[in-house]
């Protein structure tokens, strides 16, 4: 157990420079945005869902909260929000970063998660166009302005990105310990048996797991497929779900329960769709 603990803190405490960089980076760069994510979004019109799936791949606190606000206020279409949903990476890019993965590996995921939520915010859109169910009315006085995402302008950079990297690293540690405790007790080649690391079986259960509203699921997912525990199609299956706190934010500004539920129920759909194709079609990174 003692050196379970020791191996822990040393692969956590590897990554915390990493990690401080990477959100120090991360927050000066939305800093220096602003807000042009919610006027790109808000001037996209029909092309909205390219918008969406392009700028969601940027790692920038509260675009997924964002998007959940202006879809509440039928500011975007449905289409756009699933774009930005899907695209959006978490904690996937700093625990990649981290870890020191390649570059090609990052960019290829990258790409993958926004292709993706292109291809379904545009599909979305053009069926309900179909169906004759154009967005609604704006209904701006319903927009929650709290994005939780706790990175106030006039804190500057170094305290958000302070904050974010303690938070996330006590994730970490508490990811790879309970990892390290599994693989201890059990052995990474039972692991890999398992129903987690088996195909098809893998993406259905990731999937769920991406859905849950903290960083801790993208941490999870990214160090399990990085540790050869799931498979390229797991991790994608839960990282196109995890829309960071999106979906909570959608379930707190929305007032329409039952569309939030056929959302949530939708964006698992499409995580497990796109986790089986990965999988299924052999495609690697």
Avoid at 134 to 147: A, F, G, H, Q, V
Avoid at 176 to 205: C, D, M, W
Wanted: charge should be negative; include cysteine.
């Amino acid at each position: 157990m003692i050196d379970v603990i020791l191996d822990t803190l040393t692969d956590a405490l590897k990554l915390l420079p990493f990690l401080f960089v990477t959100y120090l980076l991360m927050e000066y760069v939305e800093h220096k945005a602003g807000g042009s994510f919610e006027k790109a979004l808000h001037k996209g019109g029909a092309i909205g869902p390219l918008i969406g799936g392009v700028l969601g791949a940027v790692p920038q606190c509260g675009f997924s909260a964002a998007a959940s606000n202006l879809y509440a206020g039928r500011i975007i279409s449905l289409g756009t929000l699933f774009a930005v949903y899907l695209s959006t990476s978490d904690e996937m890019l700093p625990i990649l970063i981290a870890e020191q993965a390649n570059i090609p590996m990052i960019v290829k995921i990258l790409v993958i998660k926004a292709v993706t939520g292109i291809a379904i915010g545009f599909i979305t859109d053009l069926c309900l166009r179909l169906m004759g169910r154009d967005r609604p009315e704006w209904d701006i006085e319903s927009l929650c302005e709290r994005e939780h995402c706790s990175c106030e302008d006039e804190e500057g950079v170094l305290k958000p990105a302070l904050v974010h990297t303690v938070h996330v690293f006590l994730f970490v540690i508490a990811i790879t310990f309970l990892i390290n405790i599994v693989v201890h007790f059990v052995g990474l080649e039972n692991i890999r048996g398992s129903v987690i690391g088996q195909p098809v079986a893998g993406e259905f259960i990731a999937a769920l797991i991406g859905l849950i509203p903290n960083c801790g699921a993208s941490v999870a997912l990214t160090q399990l497929y990085l540790d050869g525990v799931i498979s390229l199609g797991a991790m994608i299956a839960g990282l196109l779900t995890g829309a960071g706190v999106g979906l909570l934010v959608l379930f707190r500004v929305n007032d329409h329960i039952k569309e939030n539920f056929m959302i949530a129920g939708f964006l698992y759909v499409f995580g497990v769709i796109g986790g089986l194709i990965i999988e299924l079609g052999g495609i690697t990174v």
